[in-house]
């Protein structure tokens, strides 16, 4: 019966997010995949694979060419690399999903859309406390084109194009050590330098409070949003994250692999610092209210973190 | 003394609004004047004419070569022709300003700049009172477009690339009667029909309400709008209207016309008459606090539309 379903369009499905969320969607859903590199579908039979550059016209219209269910839009030029590359970041980050959309809309039965947004709407220095009503400010151009993109959402699910929802991202751990583009790498490279037992200098204080969530959280927490019925009027969810500060951090990761947590030095870069590392107290409420969850523990969370490594 | 200071660029330069903002900045200003057609500057020695399509990267090479002192902004695709060719609208709309903006940014020198927002970021239905604090919810793809760029300018005035302000503009009464694209056209037409004595049937009921200004205003608004030193914090302004009852901006013109108000019939169409004739009570401190004005009284506007035609 699921296989009579249009398929789930995943962007960025090469990435470290997308790889676990195609293979936790595949024994339910008929899925087409979608990255410039890394898809690796082996196994799946119900994932096809479609490489490709997603600003390309032509991909745009081999992804579309039939009905799709939902589209979960996971493709970005992260904030570093958006920085350094103006150009290519407004290209994927803004103009390629206004026309993926589009495309994907044209069949005229309202998809479901999941946009991954990011908590880098909010830009710096942030408010005292971050709640469903925080206003979006961003400072990076990643951030800007966040917020551009969920204006854009929100209005076409006004209009019944889709059925949009924005979902901000706080920061997954751990992600893998190559280099993502990401200006927050540090919050996973510490896992693996922790757990290879070799040194590591972070560029934020021991003090400094991060919202982090586990690859295996934010799964659950996009394979529920697919389902909701009582998506916010603004179409835009702040997820759920864990508040940790940094020290503390390190300690659980060191406890749970038998090193020690004095590998880890710090060396505060005041940009870094400000914009990682300042994380106020975040409270969620429409999220918690539809069922979505963070991982519930620090213990929790360095466990699923490591089981990705 | 002028001239030596950097030019100012007007994008747009060959629309209504964009042919009397080079004729009033000529005197004082070097300008750089670009549209895709009409660019009119003869007799303009301080207004270089550099023609060609705004999202064409050798065109935007050019007009930005030199640093700016400022960019005003008026180049778009409007409200009903973004229907008609979203891929294009997305175009002009969003990627090419993008564009346009850090390439004068990338002198360095900050450069002001002013965004022809427009109240579509509004949407509908609105609010029983719209001010400063009202926030957008747009329903056409143009108010998404204007919604977004006041996004984007916002961040890149806050990173201190320019000193950007979004001016969101009402009904600009009275505009030429050639196709101009926008499903507010009926509120330009009524001038010249009146005038020409020949009758026309409007869209709206006479109970309609909306928000207008004339081109001179607007274009003194714009010149003033130019050395703000207070730009409010949101580097948003609704700029100042009046809300005319259709029915009696009919008489208004037939009076001052010599015409009879009967040439005007009524059949409204209830998506026109939600769209453009129920704008509520309009009130915008930060605009009025900062010196702009609208053209004061009915009178005025009409006499200033009808200088116009």
Redesign the interface.
């Known amino acids: 019966m699921a296989a009579e379903r249009p398929p789930i369009l995943v962007t960025g499905a090469g990435g470290f997010v997308g790889q676990a969320l195609v293979r936790a969607l595949a024994p339910h859903h008929r899925v087409i995949a979608t990255d410039r590199t890394n898809l690796d579908c082996a196994g799946l039979s119900s994932v096809s694979a479609l490489p490709g550059e997603i600003d390309d016209p032509a991909l745009v219209a081999q992804l579309t060419a039939e009905p799709l269910s939902a589209i979960i839009h996971l493709a970005t030029i992260p904030g570093g690399a958006a920085e350094t590359d103006?150009?290519l970041a407004?290209?994927i980050n803004?103009?390629a999903p206004?026309?993926l959309i589009?495309a994907a809309a044209a069949h005229g039965n309202a998809p479901r859309l999941l946009f991954a947004s990011s908590i880098a709407v909010f830009?710096e220095p942030l408010p005292a406390h971050v709640d469903d009503d925080t206003l979006?400010?961003?400072?990076l151009?990643y951030?800007?084109h966040k917020?551009?993109m969920e204006?854009?959402i929100?209005?076409?699910t006004?209009?019944g194009g889709v059925r949009g929802l924005s979902l901000r991202l706080p920061g997954i751990v751990a992600r893998p050590m190559a280099p993502s583009g990401m200006k927050s790498a540090f919050l996973s490279n510490l896992f693996h330098a922790i757990k290879a037992g070799e040194p590591i200098t972070l560029p934020v204080s021991a003090q400094a409070t991060c919202w982090l969530l586990s690859r295996r959280a934010l799964t659950g927490q996009l394979v529920a949003a697919l389902d909701l019925k009582n998506d916010p009027a603004s179409r835009r969810l702040n997820l759920p994250a864990l508040r940790v500060r940094i020290g503390d951090l390190v300690a659980e990761v060191a406890r749970q692999t038998g090193h020690e947590a004095a590998l880890v030095g710090y060396a505060p870069d005041p940009a870094i610092e400000a914009a990682f590392g300042c994380q106020p107290p975040l409270t969620t409420f429409a999220a918690d209210a539809l069922g979505l969850h963070h991982d519930g523990s620090l213990a929790a969370l360095v466990d699923h973190a490591l089981a990705d490594l």
Chains 1, 2 share one sequence.
């Not at 979006?136 to 400072?139: E, G, K």
Request: glycine share 8%; hydrophobic share 55%.
């Open positions: 103006p150009a407004a290209r803004v103009a206004m026309a589009d830009g979006v400010r961003p400072m151009r951030g800007a917020a551009m204006e854009w929100a209005t076409l006004r209009r």
